[in-house]
């Protein structure tokens, strides 16, 4: 069984953070890639390179996975999932996109923009608590 935890953006050291996380609205829809390997929808999501900041990497990721040109990032919560054996430590951000370039012909197939996650997630454990807690987030804060 996964657990899913929220941290403080600054309760837990930046190098062990591994992956960013970017929960992106274009036009007020939610922004979802489908890598070309996979039939199933994720949230622009992937590592942090070694010399690289959380928030460049974020950037990076994001223009990588949809092809975001102008856009203004928000950090949300460092987050962690236990698998029971290990405990892995990332950062959700929320992204306001506004201008989307050519998509960069990296390892995605697609984006798709949508009011609601779908059913078909690649990670359908995860993907959805990191999601409510983007909403939240925009909730607040917006």
Same mark, same amino acid.
């Given at each position: 069984?996964?657990?899913?935890?929220? +941290?403080?953006?600054?309760?837990?050291?930046?190098?062990?953070?591994?992956?960013?996380?970017?929960?992106?609205?274009?036009?007020?829809? %939610?922004? *979802?890639?489908?890598?070309?390997?996979?039939?199933? %929808?994720?949230?622009?999501?992937?590592?942090?390179? =070694?010399?690289?900041?959380?928030?460049?990497?974020?950037?990076?990721?994001?223009?990588?996975?949809? !092809?975001? #040109?102008?856009?203004?990032?928000? =950090?949300?919560? #460092?987050?962690?999932?236990?698998?029971?054996?290990?405990?892995? +430590?990332?950062? *959700?951000? +929320?992204?306001? #996109?506004?201008?989307? !370039?050519? *998509? =960069?012909?990296?390892?995605?197939?697609? #984006?798709?923009?949508?009011?609601?996650?779908?059913?078909?997630?690649? +990670? =359908? *454990?995860?993907?959805?608590?990191?999601?409510?807690?983007?909403?939240?987030?925009?909730?607040?804060?917006?």
């Amino acid at each position: 069984m996964l657990e899913v935890k929220f +941290y403080d953006c600054n309760e837990i050291e930046e190098n062990k953070l591994i992956f960013v996380v970017i929960m992106a609205k274009f036009n007020d829809k %939610w922004v *979802l890639v489908r890598h070309k390997e996979r039939n199933t %929808w994720e949230i622009p999501a992937g590592h942090i390179e =070694p010399s690289e900041s959380v928030e460049a990497a974020a950037s990076r990721e994001l223009f990588e996975e949809t !092809g975001a #040109i102008d856009f203004t990032i928000y =950090p949300v919560n #460092i987050y962690s999932v236990n698998n029971g054996e290990q405990e892995t +430590y990332g950062q *959700l951000f +929320y992204a306001e #996109i506004r201008e989307l !370039g050519e *998509l =960069p012909q990296t390892e995605i197939a697609e #984006i798709k923009l949508v009011d609601e996650l779908p059913k078909d997630l690649t +990670y =359908p *454990l995860i993907q959805p608590i990191l999601a409510k807690r983007v909403q939240k987030y925009v909730e607040e804060n917006f």
